[in-house]
């Protein structure tokens, strides 16, 4: 920096830099990202890749429902207030069960599973325990992994029950935020008094591995009420913290029109709970996993971290080491070596695709040898902070890198770079600068 320029404000250690964090970027949950997937005919594809699979992979299955549509949310889910419609979907999702499990070779287990959605607990736990058993069935498990997303509200004592009784180790509760204000504008309101007896009675039922999904940038959301709710959470002592910033889309999302964009903080307000509350959960002595992420250093998200096998997947950052995930159920995304597919997201055509006793895959990509290339350089850089990059990428990003390295946010040692103390809010920006697609039209939230 030279003495013409005016030093950057700071916030808990971070320098803000807005000129950097201008661009929206994906959070690359895969490479290349579902902003590149296509509609085609995916299902010769996908049914190939299904019978190449070789060895260990993990299960998604999605639950499209929730008691109560949130304002914020951007997931694929609509109300459980239709007990026929439910009781159709979980039928179709069954039935792919029992198609998918015929493609694959013998030699292929099944080392985790995770339900998510929507709210997996908007079915019943007979329909839970059902699915489990089914999954049981049909696929060649080695005592699975199993994790679900939990909405606390509706954390039955039958749900309790089934959870125990399959064995459930892992689970995440969206919280969000514990503030009654910031709840009613988002349409989410859950007592704090709810999030405690959940997190009691999931410990009971023996879930060892607890999650809250927490946000910034929220309506009436200030530094003071961030810091209430993460305070609030770290006395509950959940083993992972995710922290992420609030992704107001409305034209992307209708719902999200029911929140009131001018009751949102601005970009350096966001940028300053950002880092206020990163260093807030890492003073309590969780491990910062990532930019959003945060662990307890038992827990094996942290032991991924400091081992350097973190790995990034469509759930976020995890220690899975499967190198290939079967999406289950109606927007469902795959991910093999050469291919990314996503199911059927109309809930109608998924239901008559399994009745019909064919592989719902309708959207995706194929990836190229170069979209491994590159995205195997944005994974290194997001998971382990540090990556080798050929000469030839390097020589496509260095005068777009060189903003990043004059601000000691990255450093380059002939084609090693890494990420340096400071940079986590600008580490999505850095990986970005390898993406082959981002010169497209397509609109993403902001970096942070």
Request: with cysteine.
């Amino acid at each position: 920096m030279t003495h013409a320029q005016a030093r950057p404000e700071r916030y808990a250690g971070w320098d803000y830099y807005p000129e950097l964090l201008a661009t929206p970027v994906p959070r690359y949950t895969s490479y290349p990202t579902a902003a590149e997937f296509t509609d085609g005919d995916f299902a010769p594809a996908h049914r190939q890749a299904l019978a190449d699979l070789r060895g260990s992979a993990s299960l998604y299955v999605h639950i499209p429902f929730c008691e109560k549509i949130c304002w914020y949310c951007g997931c694929n889910t609509s109300a459980a207030n239709r007990t026929g419609r439910v009781a159709s979907y979980l039928e179709a999702l069954l039935a792919e069960i029992e198609i998918v499990s015929g493609l694959l070779d013998p030699s292929v287990r099944i080392t985790r599973i995770a339900l998510g959605g929507g709210s997996p607990n908007a079915i019943t736990a007979t329909d839970f325990v059902r699915l489990i058993d089914c999954l049981s069935l049909h696929f060649r498990t080695e005592a699975p992994d199993i994790s679900i997303e939990i909405d606390p509200r509706s954390l039955t004592r039958e749900w309790l029950m089934a959870m125990r009784g399959v064995g459930v180790k892992r689970a995440s509760l969206g919280v969000q935020t514990l503030d009654p204000k910031v709840q009613a504008a988002i349409g989410r309101i859950q007592p704090r008094e709810d999030i405690e007896r959940a997190v009691e009675n999931l410990r009971e039922a023996g879930v060892a591995s607890l999650n809250f999904d927490l946000m910034y940038g929220l309506p009436f959301q200030d530094d003071t009420v961030l810091a209430e709710t993460l305070d609030a959470t770290i006395g509950m002592a959940p083993e992972r913290i995710a922290l992420f910033g609030y992704a107001h889309v409305p034209h992307m999302i209708a719902r999200q029109r029911k929140i009131d964009d001018s009751e949102l903080p601005g970009q350096v307000a966001r940028f300053r709970m950002a880092a206020e509350g990163y260093a807030r959960l890492a003073r309590a002595g969780y491990r910062p996993v990532g930019f959003d992420h945060f662990a307890l250093p038992h827990d094996d998200l942290a032991r991924a971290a400091d081992s350097g096998t973190l790995r990034r997947n469509f759930q976020g950052f995890t220690e899975d080491q499967a190198p290939s995930l079967i999406g289950l159920g109606a927007t469902a995304i795959s991910e093999f070596p050469g291919l990314l597919v996503q199911n059927e997201k109309n809930a109608g055509r998924y239901r008559m695709l399994s009745a019909a006793g064919k592989v719902t895959g309708r959207r995706g990509v194929r990836r190229t040898d170069e979209d491994r290339r590159r995205g195997a350089v944005i994974s290194a850089l997001l998971c382990q902070g540090q990556a080798m990059v050929d000469p030839e990428l390097l020589s496509g990003v260095r005068d777009r890198l060189e903003p990043f390295i004059a601000r000691g946010l990255a450093r380059l040692d002939g084609r090693h770079l890494s990420l340096e103390c400071g940079s986590e809010p600008y580490a999505r920006t850095i990986a970005a600068l390898f993406d082959a697609y981002r010169a497209g039209p397509h609109k993403f939230s902001s970096a942070v």
